[in-house]
């Protein structure tokens, strides 16, 4: 199986599952596509796979969830931060994982494309932050939520950063916070001055970027997160999704088996996708 790109939806925790496909799947066949393209977390899980660190980052993230942490620190409001913790130790991790090291080791794999959700000029990052939640809960409601476009109703435009255009390590680590800013749990990201949201608002999963190449004959791969709940395959896509539930809370910092589980599917989905390809998955 050969890939011309390969999109890597969010979905907070339960992209451990990426996690896992990726490893278990690239060591049993190539997986060398002309660029990758991913929002939310699962930019973290592509950064990580792509820059090699991916065992040590996870045991970095699983050794810290065993410590069991609550996700609110109501302490943290006396220093006038949010008692909301995920944000902070997210940002914390990025940082002391992703240096010039792993910065250059991403340059020289294919590109990845982080979807961002530039927030208009006009508009504060925090109200277009409630807005666009608000409506994604409205949209949920009314949809089965396998394709989140609320953002764009609320105007905010997807803009795709590249790896290969980063030009030092924190603003990797800034483009990560970015495309998984979600307020109140992850704060209003900034990168190069300007304020963005998470990129799933206006694309989850990320198909802008690969129906464009799908129109040109291009082959795709589409990793989501959602167990029985996943757009449906179009001509020249494969789409992938656990074989079963992933019930890891998004933002929970301290549920170390909830995310092991996630990447531990991962690993047996991607093996047996790898060994049988699309008809080892029940949704293709």
Not at 173 to 182: I, K, N, P, Q, R
């Given at each position: 199986?050969?890939?011309?790109?390969?999109?890597?939806?969010?979905?907070?925790?339960?992209?451990?599952?990426?996690?896992?496909?990726?490893?278990?799947?690239?060591?049993?066949?190539?997986?060398?596509?002309?660029?990758?393209?991913?929002?939310?977390?699962?930019?973290?899980?592509?950064?990580?796979?792509?820059?090699?660190?991916?065992?040590?980052?996870?045991?970095?993230?699983?050794?810290?969830?065993?410590?069991?942490?609550?996700?609110?620190?109501?302490?943290?409001?006396?220093?006038?931060?949010?008692p909301l913790v995920v944000g902070a130790l997210?940002?914390?991790?990025?940082?002391?994982?992703?240096?010039?090291?792993?910065?250059?080791?991403?340059?020289?794999?294919?590109?990845?494309?982080?979807?961002?959700?530039?927030?208009?000029?006009?508009?504060?990052?925090?109200?277009?932050?409630?807005?666009?939640?608000?409506?994604?809960?409205?949209?949920?409601?009314?949809?089965?939520?396998?394709?989140?476009?609320?953002?764009?109703?609320?105007?905010?435009?997807?803009?795709?950063?590249?790896?290969?255009?980063?030009?030092?390590?924190?603003?990797?680590?800034?483009?990560?916070?970015?495309?998984?800013?979600?307020?109140?749990?992850?704060?209003?990201?900034?990168?190069?001055?300007?304020?963005?949201?998470?990129?799933?608002?206006?694309?989850?999963?990320?198909?802008?970027?690969?129906?464009?190449?799908?129109?040109?004959?291009?082959?795709?791969?589409?990793?989501?997160?959602?167990?029985?709940?996943?757009?449906?395959?179009?001509?020249?896509?494969?789409?992938?999704?656990?074989?079963?539930?992933?019930?890891?809370?998004?933002?929970?910092?301290?549920?170390?088996?909830?995310?092991?589980?996630?990447?531990?599917?991962?690993?047996?989905?991607?093996?047996?996708?790898?060994?049988?390809?699309?008809?080892?998955?029940?949704?293709?």
């Amino acid at each position: 199986m050969t890939f011309d790109a390969v999109g890597l939806a969010g979905g907070g925790n339960r992209c451990y599952w990426q996690s896992g496909f990726l490893k278990a799947f690239s060591q049993h066949q190539p997986l060398n596509p002309r660029f990758y393209v991913s929002v939310s977390a699962g930019a973290y899980h592509g950064a990580m796979f792509l820059a090699g660190v991916g065992d040590r980052v996870r045991e970095s993230a699983f050794a810290f969830a065993e410590k069991g942490h609550r996700g609110i620190d109501w302490r943290a409001l006396r220093r006038r931060q949010s008692p909301l913790v995920v944000g902070a130790l997210f940002r914390q991790l990025l940082a002391s994982e992703f240096g010039e090291a792993e910065l250059a080791t991403l340059k020289a794999a294919p590109p990845m494309l982080i979807q961002l959700s530039g927030v208009p000029d006009w508009m504060p990052g925090t109200l277009g932050a409630l807005g666009s939640i608000g409506a994604y809960q409205i949209e949920k409601l009314l949809t089965d939520g396998t394709h989140s476009k609320a953002g764009l109703r609320m105007k905010l435009r997807p803009t795709w950063f590249s790896t290969h255009n980063v030009d030092y390590p924190g603003e990797l680590v800034d483009a990560l916070m970015a495309t998984s800013s979600v307020p109140p749990f992850m704060p209003v990201g900034r990168v190069r001055g300007r304020a963005y949201l998470d990129g799933g608002l206006v694309d989850n999963p990320p198909l802008m970027k690969l129906s464009e190449v799908e129109a040109k004959g291009w082959k795709t791969l589409l990793l989501s997160t959602r167990f029985g709940r996943t757009p449906p395959a179009v001509a020249n896509r494969i789409v992938v999704g656990p074989s079963e539930d992933i019930p890891v809370n998004k933002f929970s910092v301290g549920d170390a088996a909830g995310i092991r589980h996630a990447y531990e599917v991962g690993l047996r989905d991607g093996l047996a996708f790898a060994q049988k390809g699309p008809a080892a998955d029940p949704v293709k």
